[in-house]
């Protein structure tokens, strides 16, 4: 508490500090203790991962209990407000408000959500925060209610906005029909629309404005379109000399900077050289494979999200990028296709950067069972969570009952990466060879 900055100026128990203590409970600590938390965090999963590779018969025990060597955690050159995609919620707020623009305090299962402006958390940008709150004072003016439960009703939802370092901001504004006419919905966009670009909310200048009908959680593009309402169909980030479009739902690291130093040590850990060819798994927009082709004679990307694609083949087009294919489709599917007939003789290094949820079995399986990947970069943005099932996948032996016949790899190096400061994420990159 003593070593605590001297942002940390929030009242004692006020919401804004409880805000704070749920997204990012590093905040009061100094830049260098919280890399320390980071460490003993991601030590304790190599350990956890040695241990569970002991009970498979492995001999995985490496100094201090681990089952690789663990450097030290490279820290973001951005500590403050370096997320470039924020989603806001809208409930009730501490006050009552059902229209409050904020990010969640409490749980579903407690019965105890409260929505807290997000003013002042500090890893989200001032232009996000400005987006939220003229969000905010466009649907407290609405006559139509705020959606917090879908069976009761309203029609205003979630707000992301999206920023890069160019300069460009991109809000997506999401909404529930009910049983509004399309003529009712054409007058909520027009309004929309005339609130950003000539009312209160041009303060925003913004590049893009989505919105989105969608009666269910979460929607892609493909499920429910995402509509422009005014500005470019995209927002442009740079990125290691190259140029990145973005398509609304499109994957991006949330932490540009940071993106960088993760996808330069990738590069050379890969060890890559003028013949290899990359697989780069659960691509996104193509920013790993890209920013690595010039030291490759190929990469392919897989990739779920159609419009992701879209934008990679764009970004290698306009970039002049010529040794890259993309593969639209889930992983699972795609990959076992893809890998089952390879026969090129080029050294093969693949790179996985899954969501939470981690890799399917079926592409773990189409891995392991592919002899000519000796290497292979897994990213994983929870390694504790289900990543952890993947690397007993990876590591365990041959199983003929689960058709993997393919040598087991071993993690032989851990380097995590500070993507998220003053929050316990980590971004953990794991080698494993073969």
Not at 73 to 85: A, E, F
Not at 225 to 247: D, M, N, T, V
Request: proline letters at 6%; a neutral charge.
């Amino acid at each position: 508490k003593k070593k605590a900055r001297e942002s940390c100026s929030l009242p004692e128990s006020s919401w804004e500090e409880r805000l704070a203590n749920a997204v990012t409970p590093l905040w009061r600590l100094p830049y260098q203790e919280q890399l320390q938390v980071k460490y003993e965090s991601q030590r304790k999963t190599l350990q956890a991962l040695a241990s569970r590779l002991e009970e498979l018969g492995i001999d995985a025990q490496k100094p201090g209990g681990l089952c690789c060597p663990l450097q030290p955690v490279v820290p973001s050159p951005i500590i403050n407000g370096y997320r470039n995609k924020s989603t806001f919620s809208v409930n009730r707020g501490p006050d009552g408000n059902p229209k409050t623009v904020g990010l969640y305090v409490g749980t579903g299962r407690e019965r105890n959500i409260v929505c807290v402006k997000a003013n002042h958390v500090e890893n989200i940008p001032s232009k996000h925060k400005q987006v939220a709150q003229c969000y905010e004072e466009f649907i407290c003016r609405s006559p139509l209610d705020s959606c917090i439960l879908f069976h009761e009703g309203g029609h205003w939802r979630e707000l992301v906005v999206r920023t890069t370092s160019c300069g460009h901001t991109m809000a997506i504004i999401t909404f529930h029909p009910q049983q509004l006419g399309q003529e009712a919905l054409a007058t909520q966009k027009a309004l929309l629309k005339e609130f950003f670009t000539c009312g209160p909310g041009a303060v925003c200048a913004l590049t893009s404005l989505y919105f989105q009908e969608s009666t269910m959680t979460r929607c892609s593009h493909e499920q429910s379109p995402y509509q422009l309402l005014h500005g470019a169909p995209h927002i442009f980030e740079k990125l290691l000399g190259l140029k990145f479009r973005i398509s609304p739902d499109a994957f991006f690291q949330v932490n540009t900077a940071g993106a960088e130093v993760l996808y330069q040590a990738v590069g050379e850990l890969c060890q890559a050289t003028g013949d290899t060819v990359l697989l780069d798994i659960c691509c996104g927009t193509g920013t790993v494979g890209l920013s690595l082709a010039h030291r490759v004679s190929k990469v392919i990307g897989v990739e779920v999200v159609e419009k992701a694609v879209e934008d990679a083949e764009w970004n290698a087009a306009f970039n002049g990028i010529s040794n890259c294919e993309f593969h639209t489709g889930k992983a699972e599917a795609v990959l076992p296709q893809l890998l089952a007939s390879w026969e090129d003789a080029r050294p093969l290094v693949a790179v996985v950067n899954p969501s939470r949820a981690g890799l399917h079995y079926r592409v773990v399986r189409a891995i392991r069972n592919c002899r000519s990947i000796r290497r292979l970069l897994y990213i994983s943005c929870k390694p504790e969570g289900e990543a952890m099932r993947n690397f007993l996948e990876l590591c365990c032996p041959p199983d003929p009952r689960k058709k993997l016949a393919g040598e087991p790899f071993a993690p032989v190096l851990a380097i995590p990466f500070d993507m998220f400061p003053h929050t316990l994420h980590c971004e953990l990159v794991l080698l494993f060879t073969r």
